[in-house]
């Protein structure tokens, strides 16, 4: 119940951005490089990697119910209705995001919805963007060298969890 859910919550999403934010940053060298140039970076490359590969993006999204009957972009959806909502796609419309296909750490206007909004927005949200800020202000410091130590293409995302990640990540330096 509540304690399993405070874990994939806590923990888990957690950890899998961590895992979608190291690959993005394997796969966007130069963004990389740009990080560890100007480690003042680090918020922007946060909210970057949030937008781009949000918690739950390996998910097909989340169900909600309308309360009351509404329209949208000219469907109309009745009251108690499900409607499965994909939060990811969101980060990447143009109207709202300059190329968005492309991985920019240093992005100005990025107003993604990686912790949803309202009433069912993301408690942990601080708490995640801290770790995530305390990891990629780091680890390239640290661990100038390293790298995936397989193809991305063999990575196997958990399909299994709603928090997305993969089954191992396995890594070199």
């Not at 305390?134 to 130590?149: H, K, N, Q, T, Y």
Request: a negative charge; proline letters at 8%.
């Amino acid at each position: 119940g509540l304690a399993a859910g405070m874990l994939v919550a806590g923990h888990e999403s957690t950890v899998a951005q961590i895992e979608f934010g190291m690959l993005a940053m394997f796969r966007h060298p130069q963004q990389r490089e740009r990080l560890v140039g100007d480690p003042s970076l680090v918020d922007k490359a946060v909210e970057e990697i949030l937008r781009m590969y949000p918690p739950g993006a390996g998910w097909d999204g989340i169900m909600r119910y309308p309360r009351t009957d509404v329209t949208i972009a000219g469907v109309h959806i009745p009251a108690e209705s499900k409607v499965l909502v994909g939060l990811p796609a969101t980060s990447f419309d143009p109207r709202h995001f300059d190329d968005p296909e492309i991985f920019d750490i240093g992005r100005d206007e990025n107003p993604h919805l990686a912790f949803s909004y309202g009433a069912h927005y993301c408690v942990g949200m601080a708490l995640a963007r801290l770790e995530l800020k305390v990891v990629f202000g780091s680890i390239f410091e640290r661990f100038p060298a390293l790298r995936l130590a397989v193809a991305p293409e063999e990575l196997k995302l958990r399909k299994e969890i709603i928090t997305g990640g993969f089954e191992e990540f396995p890594v070199l330096w």
